[in-house]
């Protein structure tokens, strides 16, 4: 079993800072890939950012410049700047391992004045 537990998740204004961790615990073998991904209401899970192994990063278009993917041998976080109200949606934690592919329940991030 493998457990993905995010945080960091809240209110924030527009043009704000917010930085989002997860923490994957458990029977982890060699994780390859790592990811956050987001669900505005009405909409559906869409990707955000990924990075591998070997810290290769990927983003979504929407997000490039703003948001930062780092993570830290079993730990992952988002970075996210100049925050849009575009960006509110329930922010979820992916890790892809040898045998398995985990989520996180999620974090809600709000953006509004």
């Known amino acids: 079993q493998v457990q993905v537990v995010e945080s960091g998740g809240d209110l924030v204004q527009p043009g704000g800072s917010l930085r989002l961790s997860c923490a994957a615990s458990?029977?982890?073998?060699?994780?390859?890939?790592m990811g956050w991904y987001r669900q505005a209401p009405g909409k559906q899970r869409e990707l955000v950012a990924t990075?591998?192994?070997?810290?290769s990063t990927n983003y979504a278009d929407s997000v490039k410049g703003r948001f930062t993917i780092s993570r830290d041998k079993n730990t992952v976080s988002l970075q996210m700047n100049s925050l849009k109200p575009e960006d509110t949606a329930v922010y979820y934690c992916?890790?892809?391992?040898?045998?398995?592919?985990?989520w996180g329940q999620g974090t809600q991030v709000i953006v509004s004045s």
């Open positions: 990075i591998t192994s070997g810290d």
């Open positions: 458990g029977s982890i073998f060699n994780i390859y890939l």
């Open positions: 992916n890790v892809k391992s040898l045998f398995s592919d985990s």
